[in-house]
């Protein structure tokens, strides 16, 4: 059993930056391969990025990839999302995910989920 849970999201204006976190409860944490989405309000789940068990292999959605960076810290049993040139469409709800298999790019995939942090972003 994994608990994940989000933090550091906010409003930001276009062209900010923003640290997302999430912090894994049990001691099972670098079993997982940790996955980013978002969810804007009326638009499905969506991939954002996915970083592999040891931190070594990541994997972006084409939207973000070269704006977003995501990382991890095993010792500390926390993912980070660094979120650079923020753009208005990435406002949403970003939710951190855990799965078994590595990248994995759809919401089934994933085991466990936080509860999610806003991130809304002005034009």
């Known amino acids: 059993q994994v608990q994940l849970t989000e933090s550091g999201g906010g409003l930001v204006q276009a062209g900010g930056s923003l640290r997302l976190s999430c912090a894994a409860s049990g001691r099972t944490f670098s079993s997982y391969a940790m996955g980013w989405f978002r969810q804007a309000p009326g638009k499905e789940r969506a991939f954002v990025a996915v970083?592999?068990?040891?931190?070594?292999?990541?994997y972006y959605a084409s939207s973000v990839k070269d704006r977003f960076t995501i990382s991890r810290d095993n010792a500390k049993n926390t993912v980070y999302l660094q979120m650079n040139s923020l753009k208005p469409e990435d406002t949403a709800v970003y939710y951190c995910?855990?799965?078994?298999?590595?990248?994995?790019?759809?919401?089934?995939?994933?085991?466990?989920w936080g509860q999610g942090t806003q991130v809304t972003v002005s034009s």
């Open positions: 995910a855990a799965a078994v298999a590595w990248r994995v790019t759809t919401p089934d995939g994933y085991d466990y």
């Open positions: 970083i592999s068990r040891s931190g070594g292999l990541t």
